[in-house]
């Protein structure tokens, strides 16, 4: 089958329940060849469960799920040789030393490329004869990230990699993954709390919030095309009417501020012409401000 | 060159600015190789997208020039508008900050010896021209 004509991960219509809690609500998305995926939201929102139904660790409630254009439980043969995981926690035997695992691992993929392996254990600084139970938290993610990247897949799926390591730790797995980005043109969907990591690594990303999708968008889209506006409430009056694209608004005594997607000159109009306002400022904001805006917005109208 | 992950400013552009700036400061000369895309994603902790989306649009605007397997160089007549463009944005900064230094009340007198001293220390990064 030609793997090329399809996305490498596309969801349709996602949705997963437990029970009464629905976790994900009619997910779409479509992650090209090539493309470095980052996916933000709160704890809770869902963004494990995506990547565990993509995983076919979990099955979807309804829609869709393809990984190179096959189902990840259905043809779970064909899709685990081509998908490399770093799992939020980590499946290695505790028993095994190091270099077991590796072996263990190795057996498993018919792709396992052994200098590749050998050059990520170095590189990382990975003892081979050290028990698993007996490396540090940032070593066992580096055994894990080496784990996941020696068979060369196609897709490589990380569940917040970075948390709970130290800066210096988090920026030697990045170095990695980064390299291993460059010298070959590798698919990549992750998740993580650490948004400059997610602004340095992502070509997209997506925000989910309460489960449901709420950002699409390359990353330096995202960032120009949000506003923050603050304006300055006449005397005594409250708004009337936020402009369309509103995501979250506050007032605090006469500042009124809003944070506008899709901005153009045509929403401050909008603003001006239906607000007893008097003065208007336009900001620029980082991608945690949109960020933070995006989830208080969903948690306001939720 | 530094760039900032947490800023408002997309990276792809913070680095076309410090190309810029760097061609402008003469660590980039004219013929010089820059990095390539590969050893500066690195270098910078960033996409290789990124980077390469950088040059692009610094190939676009006439400062670097692409030669077959060697990589991006800087262009000669590039160079030395880029040193021009930066003077002159270096000196508009210089007299709003003076500008507004006046509207806020700092007194003449003051802003004279602040200026000549900061005149007076070279190893900040003060080029004469």
Same mark, same amino acid.
């Given at each position: ?116 392996c050998d050059s990520l254990l170095d590189q990382f600084g ?42 210096? %730790? ?36 997506? %925000? ?51 944070? %506008? ?42 | ?65 692409? =030669? ?43 802003? =004279? ?17």
């Open positions: 089958m030609n793997r090329a004509s399809h996305p490498v991960v596309e969801l349709r219509g996602l949705s997963k329940s437990f029970g009464d809690t629905r976790a994900v609500r009619e997910l779409n998305l479509s992650i090209p060849a090539g493309m470095v995926y980052g996916l933000i939201g709160p704890n809770g929102a869902g963004k494990s469960t995506t990547i565990k139904v993509i995983m076919g660790g979990l099955r979807a409630t309804s829609g869709s799920v393809r990984v190179a254009g096959l189902d990840p439980i259905a043809d779970a043969g064909k899709v685990k040789p081509i998908v490399g995981y770093v799992p939020e926690v980590h499946h290695i035997c505790r028993w095994m030393r190091a270099g077991e695992a590796v072996r263990f691992c190795r057996g498993l993929y018919p792709t396992w490329n052994d200098s590749l990975i003892e081979r004869s050290k028990k698993v139970r007996h490396l540090s938290k940032g070593t066992l993610v580096k055994l894990a990230l080496t784990l996941a990247l020696s068979h060369e897949p196609e897709l490589l799926v990380m569940d917040e990699p970075t948390s709970g390591l130290d800066p210096m %730790i988090r920026e030697e797995l990045m170095d990695g993954v980064l390299r291993n980005m460059c010298d070959g043109r590798r698919t990549v969907l992750f998740s993580s709390h650490t948004l400059s990591d997610v602004q340095r690594l992502a070509d997209r990303i997506g %925000i989910i919030g309460s489960g449901e999708l709420l950002v699409d968008l390359p990353v330096d889209e995202l960032l120009r095309s949000t506003k923050l506006v603050r304006a300055v409430l006449c005397d005594g009056r409250l708004p009337a009417a936020c402009p369309s694209g509103t995501i979250f608004e506050r007032v605090d005594r006469r500042e009124w501020s809003l944070t %506008i997607r899709d901005y153009s000159p045509d929403r401050l109009e909008e603003l001006r012409s239906a607000n007893p306002v008097e003065h208007v400022e336009v900001c620029d904001l980082t991608l945690e401000e949109i960020f933070k805006a995006y989830v208080r917005g969903r948690r306001a109208t939720a | 060159m530094r760039i900032d992950p947490g800023s408002h400013l997309p990276i792809y552009l913070q680095i076309v600015d410090g190309v810029r700036r760097d061609v402008a400061a003469d660590v980039h000369r004219a013929g010089e190789a820059l990095p390539s895309v590969r050893a500066l994603a690195i270098d910078l902790g960033v996409n290789p997208n990124t980077v390469q989306r950088a040059y692009e649009e610094l190939e676009r605007e006439g400062l670097i020039g692409a =030669r077959r397997g060697l990589g991006m160089f800087v262009r000669a007549d590039a160079a030395r508008a880029a040193g021009v463009q930066a003077r002159t944005v270096a000196e508009a900064a210089f007299e709003n900050a003076a500008r507004a230094a006046l509207a806020s009340g700092v007194k003449p007198s003051r802003l =004279r010896k602040l200026f000549v001293s900061v005149l007076n220390q070279p190893s900040k990064g003060v080029r004469t021209p």
